[in-house]
């Protein structure tokens, strides 16, 4: 904390705290842990009530450091972060071999493993903990840092401040109204926020030492503490198959406490319908989008678990259950507002089936195929999420990693079946990024993105090769010259990303060595200092950078609405030149109850971005830092109002729900300067009595609702919102007949493995490398589907298909779906092939990428499949598409590649295509280039756009020509009516 008085504050507060929340404190956590933990928290809100603002000097440090007073001094300021950085597991080993000074016979019976366990345990969270410093710039051995904590981790505390903690705890009252008592409090509010900035180990060490104490008070005052928090069973640490069962949920009554409900919790495995015990049950409640509280639980023998939670119906409400055992697919449960839930609708009883996942894996390797340990590889989902189904997976963007080891090979075991919608991204300080896609059907449709078989992530031998980081070195200064030590450096604007974000030294110097050649944004932040952003496009490592800070200049501002009336809880942020919605800085603020907001360390001018709820937003409002108090109006919001969509799905025959019933809606809105624009959901789940309840966004002035069961035809339903706030709709679906077969090669073998997608109007597959179809991207109204190992099918139900696309390693397929029935066989044809050549005049080029794609007035026909494959031409020129479905296709070169090693211009140019006709099993022939004369001109740009515009974008000539054989746009003077127009328009389109 700084000095001894702030350090008994801290203590008595958290003393308090533990008094408090003694009745939800588990036997089985470790009470050193736990203590460590709300030391931090305490300590984080005690700065903030007295508003204190502690800057650690940055020290420049030798490669080597022998002194451990020295190392200390160095590892200090940073080591609340790296321990928060560690997992639990390895940060409890830290704690009670350095904190509380046990030896390894005592840490491994703590923490029930073998003695020689604890010690590769504690070594392993020393290297961790080496590799943070590095990270952040200082190279100290895991010697140093080891006795840097053995000499320093623990102060004895005075004995004034026990007694007074004691006195603290068994009489809270006499605390009301203190800032002891402030801080108490508002630790417990945020207690279970993980994510909290640390400051207070040296109170934390305090802490520590009173644990004897703490177990008195839990005896004798914990009684006496009235208790307002919903009481939880503790999971000391993730749950492993070997883990011993906790006792089975023994049957109670409604819990008594006001305000407190209770679930009873069963999961069972969805193939077995056995209980699932040792599954870790994560309660996430939040209110008012800010104030997030977090219990664990875990379930007993029997798969149960009774989970307690908050039944004050506050704004916002949220209660989201994460279920997590390694060996099954995590999943989300969740009741909220959001999902239109009421919160007394919440079961008592409620049973979660889990599915069994598969193991994953790989290896990280770098150029020369030594292993990348310590690399963190990311999994990541792109696209829509269901967060309206009841339960749902809890994949999305980035949503958990796996970190190598020495030999840089990872595993994970609870991945779906189907995993061929993650990305794999290894992220290294040492290393450029890169990311890998399985080669499987619902893989993203992405170009340019290496693929890896699906068998090797299975087999455990995924293989990832990295190439080493570029160096982005500089020195950070303010308008003096002097250096900035402290300033805080982050790449591409990545603030929550520990490897993308650095801190000056004492000199201003940084240095990351993870760069990759592309755009580079720095941002650029100090205390006191406005913050600066540089955009350069770099190629090779950069040393010399050189970074001005200038003063920070005082913004002020009101908001208000058209009658003046302060907007109270308004957002004000600082937006990017661009027209992309990243954030430019660390910095938002919201208003006060009287429109007020201010900002101490502000560009002088700068554009932002000011909304709030129920107005309309001020996207690019420029505001000049002078001290000045500046009014900024918002206006009342005119768009529709979001309308509530309640639902009723039954068999239209039966009048009974259907199983598994599914909703996904697309809605349109009309967005000032920018047109209409339409998003999507991925279908959500209905509940089991066939009843559901959206919402659509404010400003949604028409939407389409699609209605979904197993073995039904799903019924689309498509609405303009009114005035009307809410809409029921009563949906009746009709069975539909099987639609099955099996899929056999050419040769007249099963194709196994193939890839069916069902293609609806105006859908196609995508093919973006050899013999794989894939759906697009999700949320689109294509489905798809695998034919097992005997090449058996069966097409997924979809809204008024037309035609199902077949992919295999050995030919591909198309067949109309009026011609499918129950045992449909379907034959796949050949691949056909194209070679071709690229020349210039007479003369070949060589490594230029050649692209197939479709001729647009062939895009959503037949075949049903969108290629977009490249090659790479050899020293004469020839390149060679080897499986390419019959059709009409268009070959081109790309204008704007650059030599190797060098940035690609944002968007990529291409050639005139040159129309290829493809058989089955026939190959084809092509030139590009060796005819035609040279044209030379010079673009002029608009003086608006800026000297740079070449740097952003790039140009492509266009040949207006119409090329041979295709068909014309319709011209609405060549039609009697606007109807026919429109329908020889959507022919043509």
């Avoid at 970190?403 to 075991?413: I, K, V, Y």
Wanted: net charge neutral; glycine share 8%.
């Amino acid at each position: 904390m700084g000095n001894s008085d702030a350090a008994k504050d801290v203590t008595q507060a958290v003393f308090l705290t533990l008094a408090a929340k003694s009745g939800m404190i588990s036997r089985k956590t470790a009470l050193a842990g736990w203590l460590l933990r709300t030391t931090r928290y305490a300590a984080a809100n005690a700065r903030r009530l007295e508003q204190r603002r502690e800057h650690y000097e940055q020290l420049a440090m030798e490669s080597c450091v022998q002194s451990a007073d020295s190392v200390w001094r160095h590892i200090e300021p940073l080591l609340d972060e790296a321990l928060e950085n560690l997992a639990e597991r390895d940060r409890d080993a830290i704690i009670l071999r350095f904190f509380e000074q046990m030896p390894l016979k005592q840490v491994a019976g703590k923490l029930g493993i073998s003695e020689d366990g604890a010690q590769k345990r504690v070594s392993r969270a020393l290297e961790k903990l080496r590799l943070f410093f590095a990270r952040q710039g200082r190279t100290i051995s895991i010697g140093a840092i080891s006795s840097a904590l053995a000499a320093n981790c623990v102060q004895a505390a005075p004995a004034a401040v026990a007694a007074s903690v004691c006195a603290l705890a068994v009489a809270p009252g006499a605390l009301t109204g203190s800032f002891v008592a402030a801080v108490s409090h508002a630790t417990i509010r945020a207690i279970a926020h993980a994510r909290l900035r640390l400051f207070a180990i040296q109170a934390g060490s305090l802490a520590v030492l009173l644990g004897g104490a703490a177990l008195i008070l839990l005896q004798f005052g914990a009684q006496s503490v009235h208790k307002t928090s919903v009481t939880a069973t503790r999971a000391a640490a993730a749950p492993t198959p070997q883990a011993e069962a906790t006792a089975p949920v023994v049957p109670a009554a409604t819990d008594p406490r006001p305000n407190v409900g209770e679930l009873l919790l069963h999961v069972v495995d969805a193939q077995s319908g056995a209980p699932v015990t040792n599954v870790r049950l994560s309660l996430v409640s939040t209110a008012e989008l800010q104030q997030r509280t977090t219990n664990t639980f875990m379930t007993d023998t029997n798969g149960a678990a009774r989970v307690a939670y908050s039944t004050v119906p506050v704004r916002f409400w949220s209660h989201r259950i994460e279920i997590f055992r390694d060996g099954y697919v995590p999943k989300y449960l969740s009741w909220s507002e959001y999902q239109e839930d009421r919160i007394d609708e919440i079961p008592a009883d409620y049973t979660l089936r889990l599915q069994p996942a598969v193991t994953i894996g790989g290896v990280v390797l770098d150029e020369q195929d030594g292993p990348v340990a310590e690399a963190r590889v990311v999994f990541s989902v792109s696209g829509p999420v269901p967060l309206r189904s009841r339960e749902r997976p809890t994949m999305m963007g980035n949503y958990h990693s796996e970190l190598t080891g020495a030999d840089g090979r990872w595993t994970c075991s609870h991945v779906p079946e189907r995993f061929g919608m993650i990305s794999f991204t290894p992220v290294h300080p040492l290393f450029q990024e890169k990311t890998w896609l399985p080669d499987s059907p619902e893989s993203s449709s992405y170009i340019n993105v290496e693929r890896i078989p699906e068998g090797d992530f299975l087999a455990g031998h995924a293989l990832m090769r990295l190439k080493a980081g570029l160096a982005i070195a500089g020195v950070v200064r303010d308008e003096s010259g002097q250096a900035v030590p402290g300033a805080r450096v982050t790449q591409n604007f990545e603030f929550r990303r520990s490897e993308r974000s650095i801190l000056t030294d004492a000199d201003g110097s940084f240095r990351f060595r993870n760069g990759r050649p592309g755009n580079l944004s720095l941002t650029v932040q100090a205390a006191n200092l406005a913050p600066v952003v540089t955009s350069l496009v770099f190629n090779a490592s950069m040393e010399n950078l050189q970074v001005i800070l200038p003063a920070g200049r005082v913004l002020r501002g009101r908001v208000v609405d058209d009658g003046e009336n302060p907007v109270a809880g308004a957002t004000i942020e600082a937006v990017s030149p661009s027209s992309d919605s990243r954030t430019l800085f660390e910095w938002r603020a919201k208003t006060d109850a009287e429109g007020l907001f201010v900002w101490e360390a502000a560009p002088e001018v700068q554009e932002y971005a000011v909304y709030a709820s129920g107005y309309e937003t001020r996207s690019r409002l420029p505001l000049v830092a002078d001290g000045s108090e500046q009014t900024i109006r918002l206006t009342k919001g005119t768009g529709h109002a979001a309308t509530r969509i309640f639902g009723h799905v039954v068999d239209a025959e039966t009048r009974q729900p259907p199983p598994s019933v599914r909703v996904q809606i697309w809605e349109t809105r009309n967005e000032p300067g920018r047109g209409s624009s339409t998003f999507t959901t991925v279908p959500e789940d209905a509940g089991a009595d066939g009843t559901f309840r959206l919402k659509t966004s404010p400003g949604t002035v028409s939407y389409v609702l699609e209605v979904q069961a197993d073995g039904y035809w799903p019924e689309r339903l498509t609405n303009q919102v009114t005035s009307e706030p809410e809409v029921d709709l009563h949906v009746g679906l009709v069975r539909a007949p099987l639609a099955a077969g099996i899929v056999l090669t050419p040769s007249g073998e099963a194709a196994a493995g193939a890839t069916l997608v069902m293609c609806g109007h105006r859908e196609s597959a995508q093919m973006n490398n050899t013999g794989k179809l894939v759906t697009g991207s999700r949320g689109s109204g294509a489905a798809s589907t695998v034919a097992d190992a005997q090449g058996r099918f069966r097409l997924p139900n979809q809204h008024e298909p037309e035609a199902a696309a077949l992919g295999h390693a050995q030919g591909f397929g198309e067949v109309p779906f009026s011609e499918v029935t129950s045992n449909t066989v379907i034959t796949l044809q050949p691949w056909g092939r194209i070679e071709g050549s690229v020349v210039a005049g007479a003369k070949p080029l060589a490594r230029e990428t050649i692209r197939l794609s479709v001729m647009p007035w062939r895009m959503n026909r037949s075949p049903r499949v969108s290629p977009y494959l490249e090659a790479t031409s050899d020293a004469e020129g020839r390149f060679v598409f080897a499986t390419v479905p019959p059709g009409e296709w268009k070959v081109q070169r790309e204008l704007n590649k650059l030599p190797e090693g060098k940035v690609r211009i944002r968007v990529s140019a291409y050639s005139h295509g040159v129309p290829v006709t493809l058989r089955a099993g026939e190959t084809a022939t092509v030139t590009i280039g060796g005819s035609g004369r040279a044209v030379i001109g010079r673009a002029v740009a608009p003086e608006s756009l800026g000297a740079d515009v070449w740097t952003e974008n790039s140009v492509a000539l266009i040949l207006k020509v119409p090329t041979s054989g295709a068909p014309q746009a319709p011209n609405l003077d060549d039609f009697p009516t606007t109807q026919e127009f429109q329908a020889a328009n959507e022919e043509y389109s």
